[in-house]
């Protein structure tokens, strides 16, 4: 049985960090991952990362921003951790590696990034998100981390009220292997996949929601979720960074006129006009890069992008654009330390909620929060696994291999993952989209039970657990599912508007009611709301 201080589940750059942060705070390491750490979904974040480096910024004018965003339900304790770090984070990754670009005076360059006040983005022309994560992979690989890539995390091992581990199975070896830790960080990312389209990785699942949901973890405001405003859409998603409007990109009507102003507009706000203008008969909406100076050296990665999924060359043309799907504010239930309420599980990066976001991220914030708060939490777990010491994992994997066994068990019942996910998807993307109602979000809860009902009947044809993706698909598909109907009880829960959570048939902002965070706990199998405060 493998042993280690601290287990971090998932390898995208909240997960490397943290497990970097780990390992240099003294603790042995080993990082689990269902697929190889640069296939995650954390270089599909083109525009940058915020920092307060310029001299017209400051740490409380960063933190501000941060609470304008999050629209009322930002905690106090994480907004002033992540402006009071980030710069210090952000010179790191530059010194390790990160090849951001530079103003005329050769420092670090900034850009503007949503509603920010400020330029204050760092960035790598637009393929930031790349460049962080190759960088935090080499020093990862410096660290000798061993890595078990290619891993799918079946469930977490409890004894005695904590946290001692996790069951895996290795596609390559189509085993079951148990990993004993003195402490467990969960950093699977989010779980976007709930949706079609969206932008994140086919590999969102909310693996990670689920594996700490099922020891009783709370999942919080699961209802805000960003859909990302300047984004091609057809069989293929193209996103293109709203950095290019900072910079003289429009967004226009067929016939060519602006029809939504960018300044000042949060990210909700933003996809909420361009929503609203493709509904009002003027035609889709498109964004025109041609304004924007030096386009091809300041968008590369757009422009590359567009013209592969979507063959329009947007140096000549403008791109019909749509708000799709993007990222949660909501996870796991954790504090500033990334701390759980099971004794030495964690939580870090897009899975978690430890209060920074509130209703709507603040553009850039991103990678930011997943290397500021990869490395307090990584060094937290180091910390509890070294108090905690030497725990044997009590679990088996004997309910795990049941599991699987009876997945690929008896004949198929005609259905399909596919058909299953591309509905569900549908469903959230009609239902629990830009806006919604009580009418709609009622629709979705019964529509995602029967979609239940089919996942439990359907059976994997394919015996074998060596690389049986389909088997590790219909876990995932079973997390969705889970997890579709948690968001759907928290929506229609929250009768107001706020943030990323626009009700037509309840259009204003309720302070009186509704100045609180929702919470979703799994209770005799089912999900069951409840609210708490937001800290001050």
């Given at each position: ?233 057809a069989d293929r998603t ?89 990222r949660p504010m909501g ?189 979703v706990r799994s209770q ?13």
């Amino acid at each position: 049985m493998p042993q280690f201080d601290v287990l971090v589940i998932g390898g995208g750059a909240s997960g490397l960090r943290a497990a970097i942060a780990a390992k240099r705070a003294g603790a042995s390491v080993a990082v689990l991952s269902k697929v190889h750490p640069l296939r995650t979904n954390s270089a599909l974040s083109p525009g940058g990362l915020n920092a307060p480096l310029g001299g017209d910024d400051s740490a409380e004018k960063f933190a501000q921003d941060i609470r304008s965003a999050g629209d009322g339900l930002c905690d106090t304790e994480a907004v002033n951790i992540l402006a009071a770090d980030a710069a210090r984070e952000v010179i790191w990754l530059e010194r390790v590696g990160v090849p951001f670009n530079r103003d005329a005076d050769g420092r670090i360059d900034r850009r503007a990034l949503g509603s920010s006040s400020v330029h204050r983005a760092a960035y790598a022309d637009d393929r930031t998100g790349h460049m962080v994560l190759h960088v935090l992979h080499e020093q990862f690989q410096r660290e000798d981390i061993p890595c078990f890539s290619e891993w799918f995390v079946t469930s977490l091992i409890q004894d005695g009220g904590a946290c001692t581990g996790a069951v895996a199975l290795g596609h390559r070896s189509g085993q079951l292997e148990t990993f004993a830790a003195g402490a467990v960080v969960i950093a699977t990312g989010g779980a976007t996949q709930l949706y079609r389209p969206c932008t994140s990785a086919v590999g969102t699942t909310g693996d990670g929601l689920m594996l700490a949901y099922d020891l009783g973890v709370g999942l919080v405001d699961l209802e805000m979720v960003q859909f990302h405003p300047t984004v091609y859409s057809a069989d293929r998603t193209a996103l293109v960074s709203e950095a290019a409007l900072s910079e003289g990109a429009q967004l226009v009507n067929e016939s060519g006129d602006a029809v939504v102003d960018a300044a000042g507009l949060s990210r909700a706000q933003l996809a909420a006009e361009v929503h609203k203008a493709g509904q009002n008969g003027g035609g889709p909406v498109s964004l025109d890069l041609r304004p924007v100076a030096d386009l091809a050296s300041r968008f590369p990665g757009a422009l590359e992008v567009v013209k592969s999924m979507a063959g329009i060359d947007a140096t000549k043309d403008a791109v019909p654009v749509q708000p799709v799907a993007h990222r949660p504010m909501g996870g796991i239930e954790t504090n500033a330390a990334g701390e759980t309420s099971v004794a030495g599980l964690y939580a870090v990066g897009e899975c978690a909620h430890n209060g920074l976001n509130g209703a709507g991220r603040l553009p850039g914030n991103t990678l930011t929060e997943a290397v500021v708060f990869g490395k307090r939490v990584g060094e937290a777990a180091a910390a509890h696994a070294k108090s905690a010491g030497a725990r044997e994992a009590a679990g088996s994997a004997a309910r795990d291999n049941e599991r699987l066994a009876e997945i690929t068990s008896g004949g198929s019942s005609g259905d399909t993952l596919g058909t299953i996910h591309r509905e569900l998807g549908e469903l959230m993307s009609a239902n629990l989209g830009v806006t919604r109602t009580d009418a709609g979000l009622a629709e979705a809860q019964d529509k995602i039970r029967a979609l239940q009902q089919r996942h439990a009947a359907l059976r994997v044809n394919n015996k074998s657990r060596i690389y049986n993706y389909a088997l590790a698909g219909h876990i995932e598909l079973g997390n969705l599912l889970k997890l579709a109907e948690a968001t759907a009880l928290a929506a229609r829960g929250r009768a107001e508007s706020r943030g990323a959570h626009l009700r037509s048939d309840h259009p204003e902002k309720d302070d009186s009611n509704w100045k609180a965070h929702t919470v979703v706990r799994s209770q005799d199998g089912s999900p069951k709301l409840d609210t708490r405060p937001v800290s001050a």
